[in-house]
């Protein structure tokens, strides 16, 4: 089985700075096709969760071009640009190698200072 | 637009069977392509999957939760079904059903959730 972790936990930003949120797998997710499966999913209070970000680098359709996600293998990043108060919620990771077998990490909880 | 709604007790008694039923509208479970699921979220706790499905057989189970999880589907009805039995207190959380679209890439496909219902409660609590 695949083990995410994320770093940091909590994270208090400021509107208009960036920030950034490390999420590491205990096996690569780098594909042999050179695509990395990993995921970035939002959860907002009071929401269920939605995708960000696909493959490791790719936004989803609506979502703000303030994110962005990098990496490959077993370590990938989700930056923000400029945090907005709406950006606020708990941040996931999720494995997708061995997907539909998905294995989400612990979450990052993002919240303005 | 497809949408998903859970719903079963919210209420179970330690040692029972919790089940819960998701169903579809705005679309169809017997779409080829599409996997279904049952992904969790412990209270103040993150994401935790339970099952993931394709209509007409294959189904994955978490190894954690394998032994306590059945996944059922009724395409007639447009839903399904998740039991877990014997459950206790850590099986305490919001149940989200939901649907997991393939992306095509090189050589290959994988599975991203883009669709979730909005969660129901279930407490196990005698």
């Known amino acids: 089985d695949i083990v995410m972790t994320q770093s940091p936990l909590s994270l208090p930003v400021t509107p208009g700075e960036p920030a950034s949120i490390s999420c590491r797998s205990s096996?690569?997710?780098?594909?042999?096709?050179?695509?990395?499966?990993l995921d970035w999913y939002l959860q907002k209070p009071g929401q269920s969760p939605q995708l960000l970000i696909y493959?490791?680098?790719n936004r989803a359709s609506g979502v703000p071009d303030r994110f962005s996600g990098s990496g490959s293998g077993t370590e990938s990043t989700l930056k923000i640009s400029r945090v907005e108060a709406e950006d606020v919620g708990v941040y996931y990771c999720m494995q997708a190698l061995q997907s539909p077998e998905i294995t989400f990490g612990p979450g990052t909880k993002v919240d303005i200072k | 637009q497809l949408q998903l709604q859970e719903s079963g007790p919210g209420l179970v008694k330690p040692s029972e069977t919790l089940s819960l039923t998701c169903t579809v509208s705005g679309g169809s479970i017997s779409s080829s392509d599409y996997y279904w699921g049952w992904i969790r979220q412990p209270p103040g706790k993150g994401l935790e999957w339970i099952a993931s499905?394709?209509?007409?057989?294959?189904?994955y189970y978490n190894p954690s939760l394998k032994s306590r999880v059945t996944v059922s589907v009724d395409t007639s009805k447009k839903q399904f079904s998740l039991n877990l039995n014997s459950v206790t207190a850590a099986d305490t959380a919001v149940y989200y059903c939901?649907?997991?679209?393939?992306?095509?890439?090189?050589?290959?496909?994988?599975?991203?959730?883009?669709?979730w219902g909005k969660g129901t409660t279930v407490t196990v609590s005698s």
């Open positions: 493959l490791g680098s």
């Open positions: 939901s649907r997991l679209s393939p992306y095509y890439t090189d050589y290959d496909y994988y599975y991203y959730v883009d669709v």
């Open positions: 499905f394709y209509h007409s057989g294959s189904t």
């Open positions: 096996q690569s997710l780098l594909h042999s096709n050179r695509y990395n499966y």
